[in-house]
C-alpha cells in the first residue's frame, strides 16, 4: 500500500440496498427461494432490476408489509407462516427458503431469524428455512451475498479431520465460469474442488481444518469470517479479473496444493495467451483514458488495478464502500503509487471531485449515471458488473469491452 492515498468519507450515499443480490443469487441456487419480507417499494425494486415479470414465476417474491400489519392490526408472524405454507404448496421444488429482511421488517423489529427457526422445523426436512437482511439500513448492494452465504455457512456439513485437503471457491459466479476454473485446477491436480453457494441446496460443501478458501469475489467479508471460525483456511490473493489476477489467483491456489510451476505454466498459458489478444483489441481504445470509481459494488479496486495494469489507463479516485485491508492487500500493493482512494461516501464532495477531475469514463451505480450522463459524462454502470461473467481467462475480452462501449457510444453520438 506504499504510496496510495487512504481517505475514508462519510456523509449521504447513492447505493442499492443488499436485496440487489436476490437478482444473481435467484439464478444461482436452482431450487432455492428468496422470500423478502418488505413493501411494495422492495417488490418494484427487485422485478424492475431483474427484468423478470411475477408470472414467470421466477425464485423470488415479496410478502408485502401493509398498513394493517403496521399498525399492527395482524400478527405478522401468523401473517408470514401463511405466506409461507402456501408458497410451499403451490412449490414443491422449493428445498431452501431464504427469509430476506428489508427495511420495513428491520423498522418494525420483526424477528425473521426465530420465523426461519420456527418455519424450517415445522417443514424440515423437506425444505430447510434460513434468513439474512437485505435491508438498507444494515446493508449495501453487494453486501446482500455476503449476508446469504454467511447464512448458509453454519449448516454446512463438518469435514472430517483426516479428510484431504480441499478447495472451496466462495462466490456466486456464472455456470460457465466455474466450469472454467474447475477444468483448469482439474489439469493441475486439484480435483477437490467445491463452490459456494452450489447449484442445488443438497450439494453443500462439507468444511473443516482442511479445507482452502479462495475468494471469487473481494466483497465477503462475513462469509470468509464465518468459514474461518469453521476452521478453514483463507488464501491470499488477487482476484480473478483479467490476466494477471486470474493467474495469481490461479496460482494461490496452486501454491496451496503443491502444484509444481512447470504444470501449472502449461496448464494456463493458451488461455493465457488467447486472453492476453482479446485485450489487445481494447487497449488501443481504453489506453490513458482517466478514470473515475464512486463507490458502490466493492469490486472497484480490482477493476482499478486491472484497468490500470493490462490497460493502460490513468486511475483519478478509486471509490469503494467498504475496505477490507486482509482482503485486499494483494490487490492494493498492485496500485499505481499516489492512486486516491476513497473508503466510504459524501456524494456532493465525490460529485465535486469528479466534475473538476473531467475524467473520460464514470463507473458508477445508476442514481448517479443518469444524472452525470445529462452533463456530458460517459458512465458505466457498475451493477452490469454483477450480472455480467467477468471472472477468468476466457471473460478478459468481455470485461475489457465493458468499458470500451460506453466510449464507443459517446463518439458515436458526439459523431
Known amino acids: 500500500m506504499s504510496g496510495l492515498k487512504l481517505v475514508a468519507e462519510r456523509g449521504q450515499r447513492e447505493v442499492f440496498c443488499g436485496l440487489t443480490g436476490i437478482i444473481w443469487l435467484h ?15 422492495c417488490a418494484h425494486l427487485i422485478q424492475s432490476a431483474a427484468g423478470v415479470m411475477i408470472f414467470a414465476e421466477p425464485r423470488f417474491a415479496t410478502a408485502i408489509i401493509d398498513e394493517r400489519d403496521l399498525a399492527g392490526m395482524a400478527d405478522m408472524n401468523d401473517e408470514l407462516d401463511r405466506v409461507v405454507t402456501r408458497l410451499l404448496e403451490r412449490r414443491p421444488d422449493i428445498k431452501l427458503l431464504f427469509l430476506v429482511g428489508s427495511c420495513p421488517s428491520e423498522v418494525i423489529k420483526l424477528d425473521l431469524s426465530r420465523a426461519a427457526a420456527r418455519l424450517s422445523s415445522s417443514f424440515s426436512p423437506n425444505v430447510r428455512v434460513l434468513n ?14 455476503d449476508a446469504c452465504l454467511a447464512s448458509l455457512v453454519p449448516g ?30 482439474a489439469d493441475m491436480g486439484i480435483d477437490r474442488v467445491r463452490f459456494l453457494p452450489p447449484q442445488r441446496a443438497g450439494d453443500m460443501p462439507p468444511v473443516g481444518p482442511n479445507t482452502r478458501v479462495l475468494l471469487a469475489q473481494p466483497f465477503l467479508a462475513e462469509t470468509a469470517r464465518a468459514l474461518e471460525e469453521r476452521g478453514a483456511v483463507r488464501l491470499a ?24 510451476p512447470a504444470r501449472f505454466e502449461a496448464v494456463t498459458a493458451a488461455a493465457q495467451d488467447r486472453a492476453r489478444r482479446g485485450l489487445a483489441r481494447h487497449r488501443g481504445l481504453l489506453a490513458d483514458k482517466r478514470v473515475f470509481f464512486f463507490p458502490d459494488s466493492q469490486l472497484e479496486i480490482p477493476l482499478a488495478r486491472f484497468l490500470s495494469r493490462e490497460l493502460s489507463m490513468e486511475l483519478i479516485e478509486v471509490g469503494t464502500p467498504y475496505l477490507h485491508r486482509q482482503h485486499l492487500d494483494a490487490e492494493l500493493a498492485l496500485l499505481p503509487g499516489g492512486t486516491r482512494i476513497t473508503e466510504g461516501q459524501h456524494v456532493d464532495n465525490q460529485l465535486d471531485r469528479c466534475r473538476e477531475a473531467g475524467p473520460d469514463i464514470v463507473v458508477c451505480g445508476l442514481g448517479l449515471a ?30 475489457a469491452e465493458l468499458f470500451a462501449r460506453p466510449l464507443v457510444r459517446r463518439a458515436r453520438l458526439v459523431a
Open 156 to 185: 454446512l456439513p463438518p469435514e472430517p479431520a483426516n479428510a484431504a485437503p480441499s478447495l472451496l471457491v466462495v462466490g456466486a459466479l456464472a455456470e460457465v465460469v466455474e466450469d472454467q476454473f474447475r477444468r483448469l485446477l
Open 370 to 399: 443518469n444524472p452525470l450522463e445529462a452533463e456530458g459524462f460517459t458512465t458505466k454502470w457498475s451493477i452490469e458488473l454483477l450480472f455480467t461473467p467477468i471472472q477468468g481467462y476466457e471473460q478478459v475480452a468481455d470485461l
Open 132 to 145: 439474512y437482511s437485505g435491508s438498507g439500513i444494515e446493508t449495501t448492494f453487494t453486501q446482500g451475498e
Open 237 to 260: 490473493a488477487p482476484f480473478p479479473l483479467g490476466v494477471e489476477g486470474t493467474t495469481l489467483w490461479l496460482k494461490a491456489a496452486a501454491n496451496a496444493f503443491g502444484v509444481a
Open 27 to 41: 439464478r444461482k441456487i436452482q431450487d432455492a427461494f428468496f422470500l423478502v419480507v418488505g413493501s411494495r417499494t
